[in-house]
């Protein structure tokens, strides 16, 4: 059986998806830390249950890409590049895992009740801490501007293999099977 | 099977190629640019937490581990008896359950952490009521009726007004009455203040959460409300402070050595029109006020290891059937207290107790 030239249509719905969402909680997080008006109450009221949502979505799409096959990069494409790319991917799986756990986390580490909306609250998942609090609210600052800039990279990257290369790179997640 | 997509590419001209390199820079800076104005970065005139707590730091100094205001103050616990009165404005299980345990903080409203007791004429008393259901209500009140400004960027500028001057190194004293001079709305707080003296106990003080907040019940009414709590014991509410820098702790421990102190929790219900978004505006004696329960305080514990010390008495942590008004004060506060709170979390181990406890 030959390889897929395109991305399962289920991956394709998660990634633009997910791509939607990250860009908006990216924007969200970065906005609602630099205000103090009433921007800052409404962006945290939309930033916890979507960060959940994206955790679970990440999860639906790990099993996705476990067991769809994915096309593979051009044959011609250089050494460094492919292994830049599958790295990101790594990265970018990684922190969009990663980055819903720690703010979960470092609300559950400061005490707070992790409430997803007026009256939803999630159980907390560490006993709290103020040391763990101020570690675990870093990180999570650091690795959003980390996935941040990773999606930037992947942007360029995948605008280069459109416009530049003009290879089938972009093409296997835009569209499906011709 | 022959297709065309596949295959090398024509090389591009040097043209096309340059255009199509700075088509995706331009894409890339796009929305690095808006993510740079949306973080603050490229909007330096936006009043930020971290503007609000560092002019505090300018005003008072970095003492690591400590609050960036209100930083002296002691820990205390007890609970919450419902008087069940609150019930039909509010569905939060705190007016409805008998005892709900609370964690709570009185404290000086200064940024310095050994400001004498005698120096300040107002006290803060921030609580923690924590639902059986896990949701939790946390109020910050003061001993002042009203705020002196409604808005954050006020508040901002008035303690830029406090900052040290750089050539001078100290306070110009002309600032302050320039700010008042120009800010008419601080009115009802400045007459309050010019009979307001520092009381010589936390025990004999009213202490009100001046911010409007929503109770909502069951039905989903919602009636604008301001809290706040009563002391039950008057006593000597008017002596005078005595001597030394420390007395409002060693008074409150030996007054709960003898005994719980109580509280009458007090919630007043706006009329229609009553001004719900402006902290420095009271609203008229005549509105009706229900007595929500009773606070009793039956502990205390020292701030540097206490309970309270990693409590962030964000006023928006509210249960369901409490919700914040649009008193900009409100979100205000929020923010800046999570920039304090990561500030001091992250010094915890500077704490001279912290560091006594290890030697």
């Known amino acids: ?178 | 099977m022959v297709d065309p997509s596949s295959g090398p590419r024509p090389p591009l001209s040097a043209a096309s190629l340059t255009l199509r390199l700075a088509g995706i820079a331009v894409v890339v800076a796009a929305l690095a640019g808006a993510f740079a104005y949306v973080n603050g970065t490229l909007d330096p005139q936006r009043l930020t937490p971290k503007a609000l707590v560092n002019v505090l730091e300018t005003n008072n100094g970095v003492h690591a581990g400590f609050r960036r205001n209100h930083s002296k103050g002691v820990c205390v616990a007890g609970y919450f008896e419902s008087s069940g009165e609150a019930r039909a404005y509010s569905s939060a299980q705190v007016f409805n359950d008998a005892r709900t345990p609370v964690v709570g903080r009185f404290a000086l409203p200064s940024g310095n952490p050994y400001a004498p007791d005698g120096s300040v004429p107002i006290r803060s008393l921030a609580l923690r009521f924590t639902q059986a259901n896990g949701q939790q209500w946390r109020t910050g009140m003061n001993s002042m009726p009203v705020f002196p400004v409604g808005t954050p960027e006020a508040f901002y500028q008035l303690q830029q007004a406090q900052s040290p001057d750089p050539t001078t190194g100290k306070p110009n004293p002309a600032a302050v009455p320039a700010f008042f001079a120009a800010h008419p709305e601080a009115m009802p707080f400045l007459q309050w203040i010019k009979t307001a003296k520092p009381s010589a106990s936390y025990a004999t003080e009213t202490y009100n959460g001046i911010n409007a907040f929503y109770l909502v019940n069951p039905a989903g009414q919602r009636q604008a409300v301001r809290w706040g709590v009563v002391p039950m014991s008057q006593d000597a509410a008017d002596a005078a402070p005595p001597q030394g820098a420390d007395f409002l702790e060693q008074d409150l421990g030996k007054r709960l050595a003898a005994g719980p102190l109580r509280w009458r929790l007090d919630i007043t219900l706006a009329n229609p029109g009553d001004p719900v978004n402006d902290a420095s505006k009271a609203w008229p004696s005549d509105r009706k006020v229900i007595n929500a329960g009773t606070l009793v305080l039956e502990s205390t514990q020292a701030q540097d290891n206490g309970e309270c010390r990693d409590i962030n008495y964000d006023p928006l942590i509210l249960p369901s059937g409490i919700e914040g008004s649009d008193d900009p004060l409100l979100a205000a506060r929020s923010a800046a207290y999570a920039s304090s709170y990561l500030r001091r979390t992250s010094e915890v181990s500077q704490l001279p107790a912290t560091r006594e406890s290890r030697q």
């Open chain 1, 1 to 178: 059986m030959n390889a897929p030239r395109h991305f399962a249509p289920l991956a394709r719905l998660l990634h633009w998806l997910m791509a939607l969402m990250i860009i908006a909680m990216l924007f969200i997080g970065a906005g609602m830390v630099a205000s103090v008006s009433e921007r800052h109450e409404w962006l945290l009221q939309l930033h916890k249950p979507l960060g959940i949502a994206i955790l679970l979505l990440v999860v639906v799409r790990l099993v996705v890409r476990f067991t769809t096959r994915t096309p593979p990069l051009p044959a011609d494409l250089p050494g460094w590049q492919a292994l830049t790319a599958k790295a990101s991917h790594v990265l970018l799986y990684v922190l969009m895992l990663v980055l819903p756990l720690l703010g979960w986390s470092m609300i559950s580490a400061a005490g707070d009740p992790v409430m997803l909306s007026e009256s939803l609250r999630l159980p907390s998942i560490l006993p709290a801490d103020a040391q763990t609090f101020a570690l675990l609210r870093k990180a999570h600052g650091y690795l959003a501007y980390l996935l941040f800039l990773t999606v930037l990279v992947h942007l360029a990257a995948a605008l280069f293999h459109g416009w530049v290369r003009r290879d089938e790179v972009l093409d296997s997640m835009l569209r499906g099977k011709r």
